[in-house]
């Protein structure tokens, strides 16, 4: 079956330095999705992207995020300058267009960054 | 705005016993809702969704959820729950475009005792 995946499963950076996370979404999905998820807290969108443009962002995803769709597979995540507050798991997930019916959107595993 | 609550933050149920698990949610129109489970250090699976129609829906690992309009809630249940759903569960909402972000709640803690 098809899955998501996610690379590395655990970053540990220090403050003020940049990270990607990258993300495989499933191969005929056209929408691709960021969540992240702070240790104990819930599950918050960060950004939506489609047709190779952000669709929707949340206020967390200010300047020091990005997304990038650069191959036909990988969809990353970029923090320019990552803060202690940046330390949480982040979820990629992506989904398929379906006529009359939401899209369903399938996670991945999950990278566990650390900023120390 | 759309929200989200699961009132319980953290269940305790005897292993054979029943659970339900409460989620509410404020929406406009109706709400494309959702139960994801995740085990310690695991990701998001999702467990079942109610998009339309019969408003009990049949999930995996023996769960089911029921859409209750009136009472703007989407509990998940199970009749008698094994050692291994213990795991922090997580109900959602989707906005209204199909594609759109999902909304989710803080998350129920579920531990299951011998």
């Known amino acids: 079956e098809p899955e998501v995946t996610q690379t590395p499963s655990h970053q540990v950076t220090q403050m003020g330095q940049e990270v990607i996370l990258r993300c495989v979404p499933i191969s005929n999905h056209l929408y691709f999705y960021w969540y992240r998820q702070i240790l104990g807290q819930k599950v918050e969108f960060l950004v939506s992207f489609y047709n190779n443009e952000i669709s929707e962002k949340s206020e967390i995803f200010d300047d020091q995020f990005s997304v990038e769709r650069p191959d036909g597979s990988n969809f990353t995540l970029k923090i320019r300058s990552t803060k202690l507050e940046d330390s949480a798991m982040y979820f990629c997930?992506?989904?398929?267009?379906?006529?009359?019916?939401?899209?369903?959107?399938?996670f991945g595993p999950g990278t566990r960054l650390t900023v120390l | 705005a759309q929200s989200v609550t699961q009132p319980d933050i953290h269940i305790t149920v005897s292993e054979g016993a029943s659970l339900e698990l409460r989620c509410n949610y404020s929406?406009?129109?109706?709400?494309?809702l959702f139960w994801y489970v995740q085990s310690p250090g695991q990701g998001l699976q999702l467990l079942l969704k109610y998009f339309s129609g019969d408003t009990l829906v049949q999930g995996i690992k023996g769960f089911e959820a029921e859409f209750k309009r009136s009472q703007s809630s989407f509990n998940l249940r199970k009749p008698s729950v094994h050692w291994s759903d213990a795991a922090e569960y997580f109900c959602?909402?989707?906005?209204?475009?199909?594609?759109?972000?999902?909304?989710f709640g803080a998350g129920t803690q579920v531990v299951v005792t011998p």
């Open positions: 929406y406009g129109a109706t709400p494309y």
């Open positions: 997930a992506s989904s398929a267009p379906r006529r009359s019916s939401y899209n369903e959107q399938f």
């Open positions: 959602a909402v989707g906005s209204g475009d199909s594609w759109g972000k999902l909304q």
